[in-house]
């Protein structure tokens, strides 16, 4: 059993957190937004606020490989998305057959379970605060990370743990940067002076 440490308590920090856990793993998710998941879809599309989260009111549309995963990984997380009203959506039972050649029995691979940000992250954040080996940290930012002995100019550090804002040390086995596009994950490795990662768009 390690200890995992996820920066980040979005979908995908949100669902590596279910993977470890249901792994045995014990972990803590670290999400500087203070606000926990609101109890209804309705209120998490009316009152939740994410300010580190990227166009959070925007529609998502959740691929069907999506589905595929959550239901073969994590299948609590697809009753509660079932529960709070998210959509399944084929695109072969709408496309002309002109286009599509026919539905295929095989075709269903291509169902999407898709919905609004909001709800699908307030689903996933009701499914993770009811793991016992998951503890979630809300209004809790990380500041820098802990490592292990002195960074070289350009080194791989040994990352230990991270540093809150508060000054407080956490440490863990593993420690996941689910930050988003807005991660500060670059400006903490230089600040150790680390080699900075490799970044692609």
Not at 180 to 186: D, E, F
Request: proline content about 5%; hydrophobic content about 45%.
């Amino acid at each position: 059993m390690a200890r995992v440490l996820i920066v980040g308590a979005g979908i995908v920090g949100s669902s590596f957190a279910l993977l470890a856990a249901n792994d045995g793993h014990e972990v803590t998710l670290l999400e500087r937004d203070l606000a926990p998941a609101p109890a209804t879809a309705d209120e998490a599309w009316d009152n939740w606020e994410r300010r580190g989260v990227n166009q959070f009111r925007l529609l998502h549309y959740f691929l069907a490989r999506f589905r595929h995963i959550i239901t073969a990984e994590m299948p609590e997380v697809v009753a509660e998305l079932d529960a709070s009203g998210a959509l399944r959506l084929n695109p072969f039972t709408t496309m002309p057959e002109s286009m599509s050649g026919g539905w295929r029995p095989d075709d269903d691979r291509f169902e999407a379970l898709t919905g609004r940000r909001p709800m699908v992250e307030a689903a996933f954040a009701r499914v993770v605060a009811a793991n016992p080996k998951v503890t979630v940290r809300r209004g809790t930012a990380v500041r820098g990370l802990l490592v292990d002995g002195h960074v070289s100019n350009g080194g791989i550090p040994h990352i230990r743990g991270v540093v809150t804002e508060q000054g407080e040390e956490v440490r863990a086995d593993l420690v996941v940067d689910a930050g988003g596009r807005r991660s500060a994950l670059p400006s903490w490795l230089d600040a150790l002076g680390a080699r900075a990662p490799i970044e692609q768009k």
